[in-house]
Nanobody, 125 residues
Framework: QVQLVESGGGFVQPGGSLRLSCVAS????????IAWFRQAPGKKREGVSC????????SYADSVKGRFTVSRDLTRNTAYLEMNNLKPEDTAVYYC??????????????????WGQGTQVTVSS
């Protein structure tokens, strides 16, 4: 069973950047589609981005398009979320999640079986 550990969160001013990492262990990341979710206080968990391992398609929520980039490095068994031009409304706990093993297109949170513990991102002046 794959395990996921997020890191890279922190405190940043509006307009700043962070890169989140999601290290997978116990299985090869190539066998899983990867998604990033976030949950802000008082809000439902929402999808941020995903990377399909079926066709390589990357998808983004409208609120982060043009600012966030999802990627993976299979040699390191790690997925990343590069976040630029951060805004206060990006403040949330960010989670990586995996769907598999298998080959999948991006989907909603019900399709992801494995989750990391989350990493806090705080954007404030």
């Amino acid at each position: 069973q794959v395990q996921l550990v997020e890191s890279g969160g922190g405190f940043v001013q509006p307009g700043g950047s962070l890169r989140l990492s999601c290290v997978a262990s116990g299985s090869l990341l190539d066998y899983y589609a990867i998604a990033w979710f976030r949950q802000a206080p008082g809000k439902k968990r929402e999808g941020v981005s995903c990377l399909s391992n079926k066709d390589g398609t990357k998808s983004y929520a409208d609120s982060v398009k043009g600012r966030f980039t999802v990627s993976r490095d299979l040699t390191r068994n790690t997925a990343y979320l590069e976040m630029n031009n951060l805004k206060p409304e990006d403040t949330a706990v960010y989670y990586c999640a995996a769907a598999g093993p298998g080959y999948f297109y991006c989907s909603d949170s019900d399709d992801y079986d494995y989750w990391g513990q989350g990493t806090q991102v705080t954007v404030s002046s």
